[in-house]
Structures are given as structure tokens and as C-alpha cells.
């Protein structure tokens, strides 16, 4: 079961983070086989973007790391390009790659891509969801809208249902509207959840003062 969350943080002076939060969970046909150490977060290399995926723990982490072992060496260069032309230059790789797939030992997946637009104060988070059913050989894609607001932007994955649940609480605390509040949601909803405890990962987009990119994928 995967939770999966975007959170966004704001300041006085406009957008300043995007987090993307999974568990750190992968499991098999029983929920006692497990390993509580898989990375469902990837972070660019060389461009600000940070991706999240659900679904199929196999294919996907593997074809992300592809991704973004091509950008490392230099072989696909994003520097120049627009937060759209790096998700259209990125996601056609993985389709590439996940195209390749021929086996009916496959799940569907579904992923996310955090992307910064621009540099400063003046620059803006972009969000997109995409889906692969292998089976089908299909893929659907949208661009999520983000409010300019501290929240969890988007909450998906089995674990929904659960986040929502703390997300709600986390409203009626004296630390509501907060990005503190929202990520410390997704954290309780974990502990809370029968065999998750309290593994999570993230990959994070900042903005900080000196206007370089920051970008983390990490266990807690």
C-alpha cells in the first residue's frame, strides 16, 4: 500500500517548496513480505524536477533511474529548457522504456513530476499526474492546478483515504495552513497505518534565499 502527497509551502512573499511524500514500503503477495527501504522519490540531477510514483514497484524506479542516470552524465541536457519541455523530453523516455515491457508479471503505475518554473521569487511550482497501464500499453496525463497556499496539493495512492483522515485534523490545530502541518499529517497517517510505522521518504523542490535549486530524496 503506498501513500503518496504533494505538499506545497508558501511565505509572505509567494512559493518557497514542493515536497512530494511516499512510504518507503514495497510488498509482495503477502503483506509480511516486505522491505520498508524502497525509494518511491527521485530527484533530478540537473534540472529542478522531483518525481513520486505508486503502482508497480519494478518497472517505474527503474526506468526513473534511467532517466536520471542520462541527465547526470550529460546525455540529456535540460539546463536550457522549460519546466514543460523537461516533463515532455523525460516522460518520453519512460514511455519509451516502460513500452518495453513484455510480461504479464506487471502492475499499472502512476506518476507524479514536480517541476520549478523560472528562478527567485518570481518563479512557480508545476505539478503533473500520469498514468501507465501496461497491459494496455496506455497512457493518461493531466496538469494539476496548485493553489498559492501552504497544503497538501494532491493526496493519491491506497493510503488516501487514511491521509485525508489526519489531514482533517491537522486543520483544527493552532499550526493549520502550514506546510509543517500538512507534511506532519502525511507523517501521523503513516504511524498510524497497521505495518507502516514511521518509514517515508520525500523529494524536495526549494526556492531558497541564495535562488539555487536545492533538491533532496531521503529517509526519515
Known sequence: MTSLAVAIARDSRGPTSLYLLTDSRITWAEPTE??????????????????????DAHFMPMAL?????LIACGVMDLT????EE????????LKNSLGRISTKHVLDM????????GDGMECKFRLWRSTY????????????????????????GAGK?????????????????TSRAAIN???????????LLNWWAFGELDQPDNLDFAGRDAFT
Open 34 to 55: 516486505r522491505w520498508d527501504a524502497g525509494s518511491k522519490t527521485f530527484v533530478s540531477p540537473g534540472s529542478a524536477d522531483v518525481f513520486g510514483y505508486y503502482g
Open 86 to 93: 523537461r516533463h515532455t523530453t523525460m516522460l518520453a523516455q
Open 110 to 117: 502512476t506518476l507524479f513530476h514536480g517541476a520549478r518554473e
Open 161 to 177: 483515504p487514511t491521509v485525508e483522515k489526519f489531514e482533517a485534523k491537522a486543520s483544527e490545530k493552532p499550526a493549520s495552513g
Open 185 to 195: 499529517a502525511f507523517c501521523e497517517s503513516l504511524d498510524s497505518a497497521a505495518g
Open 133 to 156: 497501464k501496461p497491459k494496455l500499453k496506455r497512457w493518461h496525463g493531466e496538469e494539476l492546478a496548485i493553489e498559492d497556499r501552504s497544503y497538501l496539493a494532491r493526496v493519491d
Open 80 to 83: 536550457a529548457a522549460t519546466a
Open 65 to 69: 533511474s534511467q532517466v536520471m542516470n
